[in-house]
Nanobody, 115 residues
Framework: QVQLVESGGGLVQAGGSLRLSCAAPGSIFRGANAGWYRQAPGKQRDLVARITPGGSTNYADSVKGRFTISRDNAENTVYLQIYSLKPEDTAVYYC?????????WGQGTQVTVSS
């Protein structure tokens, strides 16, 4: 069973920063699109950012300028750097890897922003 290992969530004050990490097996990471989604209580899971194997990125409008997605293809890891956190960023953040055959999800990491 493929496992994505997420880390980096936590409780931070508004205006703070966090970096989320997601490590994947090399067998699925290479050549795959990678992304981050988030789901707040009572809401649907929404795309935050994604990155192609070549490094092209796109972001949800609500996070542009504050979130940066990146990947280390040597370490099979995708990152989400979050700046200027707002209370409305509070959610469970999920890593997502999309290959030609399958879609894989991490277990989720909680990010809570206090005002």
């Amino acid at each position: 069973q493929v496992q994505l290992v997420e880390s980096g969530g936590g409780l931070v004050q508004a205006g703070g920063s966090l970096r989320l990490s997601c490590a994947a097996p090399g067998s699925i990471f290479r050549g795959a699109n990678a992304g981050w989604y988030r789901q707040a209580p009572g809401k649907q899971r929404d795309l935050v950012a994604r990155i192609t194997p070549g490094g092209s990125t796109n972001y949800a409008d609500s996070v542009k300028g504050r979130f940066t997605i990146s990947r280390d293809n040597a370490e099979n890891t995708v990152y989400l750097q979050i700046y200027s956190l707002k209370p409305e960023d509070t959610a469970v953040y999920y890593c997502n890897i999309v290959t030609a055959r399958s879609v894989y999800w991490g277990q989720g990491t909680q990010v809570t922003v206090s005002s």
